[in-house]
């Protein structure tokens, strides 16, 4: 006989497979929902302008433009050589006076220092004595020649005093060029003629006008002609000079104007014109040798400070886009390239020098491309806006 618990629990089990069985059914029997489509991908870089937008684009074919690229090449201030002198005796002796301190400005001719010289006197005895055998071969020529009339002696003689007294006008004017050498000037020379006084004193005077930048003499020092006492350089002009790479020389050109900035001077910057290219290259430093003329009436600008010369290189063509056409993204640039009527994509571009308002571009658009040239400001925006919808 079945028990009733028995009965009861197959009665659950019954009442449990008929639920499923039914929850089954009503699943089945429910109709299926529409699937949803798919998004469809937008390119954030993509911006289509609207009617209003497009009358604040302006748009740019990219090709060739001239760049002129900035050079800043490092250099130093030095005197200009065609305004300096190096001033040294012209006889040997003994320094008695010295009439010049280092700094101090010269006028042309002014005497800096004076040599006592047993040199000089002795030369200036050795032409005494030639004017004076002048005087003794005039007169016997003089002489010889009356003797000859008179037909005491003959023309042969005559012919002989003649050739010394040639002789002793040679022996004088080369005592004369000694003396000129030796640095007396001709009317000192004359006063000897007529004095016939030995003065062997020798003045070392300033062949410019300028400033003493250089003394390496001290009273009672004993000089050689061979040696450098002082020199006087005329600093109203300067030079700046600075050494070009090989690589970057035919870029530059004498008569370019340039620009100096010397950074002792608060970067004061000075223009100058290339007055020099040079015409070889330094085997240790493969740089060639540029000079600039600079004005420097008030004496700002001194030698050996360091300066930075700036130059213009000549045109070159290069590919180019305008600046106002660049957008700046996450550090990089980038410009907007046309790729339909009315739609632009935002393209990252790798950019050269800048030269008057056009940059060169080195990979990012090739020759042929459209960008926009002006307006990209309101484009990008517009692109921004689109990708925050």
């Not at 300096?84 to 006076?97: C, E, L, Y």
């Not at 030995?198 to 062949?207: D, K, L, Y």
């Not at 400070?305 to 045109?315: F, I, K």
Request: aromatic share 2%; with cysteine.
């Amino acid at each position: 006989m079945v028990s009733y618990s028995a009965v009861q629990k197959t009665t659950r089990a019954s009442i449990l497979v008929l639920s499923l069985l039914m929850g089954m059914s009503l699943v089945g029997c429910k109709p299926a929902e529409e699937e949803k489509p798919a998004a469809e991908a937008v390119d954030p870089n993509i911006v289509e302008l609207t009617p209003s937008l497009q009358q604040q684009v302006k748009l740019e074919t990219v090709g060739m433009s001239d760049i002129r690229e900035t050079l800043r090449i490092p250099g130093s201030v030095q005197v200009d050589e065609q305004r300096m002198a190096r001033i040294g005796a012209s006889v040997t002796g003994r320094i008695t006076d010295i009439d010049v301190v280092l700094g101090q400005d010269v006028k042309q001719g002014q005497v800096l220092a004076t040599v006592n010289s047993t040199e000089l006197a002795q030369n200036q005895l050795l032409y005494i004595k030639a004017m004076q055998q002048i005087s003794l071969q005039t007169k016997a020529v003089e002489r010889a020649r009356l003797l000859l009339n008179a037909d005491v002696i003959s023309a042969a003689e005559v012919q002989r005093r003649e050739a010394e007294l040639s002789a002793a006008q040679a022996e004088l004017n080369a005592a004369r060029d000694q003396l000129m050498i030796l640095g007396m000037s001709s009317s000192a020379i004359a006063q000897l003629s007529k004095s016939g006084q030995i003065h062997s004193f020798s003045s070392v005077s300033a062949r410019l006008a300028g400033t003493i930048i250089s003394r390496k003499v001290n009273l009672g020092q004993v000089v050689q002609p061979a040696e450098e006492l002082f020199i006087v350089a005329d600093l109203s002009h300067v030079w700046a000079v600075a050494e070009v790479p090989e690589q970057q020389v035919g870029l530059i050109q004498e008569g370019e104007e340039v620009m100096i900035e010397i950074p002792a001077l608060n970067n004061r910057q000075f223009k100058g014109k290339l007055i020099y290219v040079g015409d070889i290259v330094n085997p240790q430093t493969r740089t060639v040798t540029v000079r600039t003329d600079l004005e420097n009436a008030d004496d700002t600008i001194k030698p050996d400070m360091l300066v930075s010369m700036v130059v213009q290189s000549l045109p070159t063509p290069k590919l180019a886009v305008p600046m106002q056409g660049i957008v700046r993204e996450n550090d990089r640039d980038h410009v907007f390239v046309q790729i339909a009527p009315n739609k632009f994509r935002l393209r990252e571009v790798v950019l050269g020098p800048e030269f008057q308002g056009m940059a060169t571009v080195e990979s990012g658009v090739v020759a042929g491309d459209v960008v926009v040239a002006d307006g990209a400001f309101h484009v990008n925006n517009e692109r921004k806006r689109k990708e925050l919808e």
